[in-house]
């Protein structure tokens, strides 16, 4: 059964379109953030991946991003029975499927009650890799309170694909972990707060 990517990068329309290069994405995060972004990859090769279109009104600010993020660039290594799909990272045990440049953009509908943030991560494990999946994560640039998550095991049980919710209490740098039957995955994402999604059209 071929899995299912479940990202959510639909506005109120629902519309999904193509997104721009690499430098534009680029160009956007250090004009609005005020800050350079390092980028490390973690394993080879990197795969090729898309940038957003629109240019949007972030509430990010220099003094709340660091000087450097060491964004994790995904290796291309495919899940069983996946669709191909660029944001796949993983390790022969783990996958998790990342968005665009490990930048992940939240909006205003995706900010809970608390004020935390809240975005869709698909993992899946691999055959041998047999147990629930536990997330954790730090804030690399600041002190920051631990990030939680929200996954359902209904369909989906202890192995395979498991569609997750990452909660970040604040915007920044994040190192997030993901763990299963032994076997774990790390990556590095920024997380920035935007009035608008930037993988939609205006």
């Keep these: 059964m071929r899995i299912r990517k479940i990202r959510q990068i639909r506005i109120h329309t629902g519309s999904l379109i193509a997104i721009r290069a690499l430098t534009s994405t680029l160009a956007i995060l250090l ?4 800050c350079t972004t390092s980028v490390t990859q973690q394993a080879k090769p990197p795969a090729d991946q898309a940038t957003p279109t629109a240019t949007p009104a ?5 003094s709340s991003m660091s000087p450097t ?11 069983p029975n996946s669709t191909r799909d660029s944001g796949w990272h993983g390790n022969g045990a783990l996958w998790v499927d990342l968005w665009p440049y490990s930048v992940v953009f939240i909006t205003p509908n995706q900010v809970t009650s608390d ?13 041998k890799t047999i147990g629930p999946l536990t ?24 192995k395979g694909f498991l569609p997750t919710s990452i909660i970040f209490p604040i915007e920044g740098c994040w190192e997030v972990t993901g763990k299963a039957g032994g076997a774990s995955l790390t990556f590095v994402t920024l997380v920035l707060k935007f009035n608008v999604n930037p993988y939609i059209a205006p």
């Design 115 to 127: 004020g935390s943030l809240s975005m869709k991560f698909s993992w899946v494990r691999g055959p």
């Design 31 to 34: 004009a609005l953030s005020g």
């Design 69 to 79: 993020c060491p964004l994790t660039i995904p290796n291309g290594s495919q899940p």
């Design 58 to 62: 972030a509430s990010a600010t220099a």
């Design 135 to 158: 997330i954790e994560g730090r804030r690399l640039d600041a002190p920051a309170p631990p990030l939680q998550s929200e996954s359902s095991s209904l369909g989906y049980g202890d």
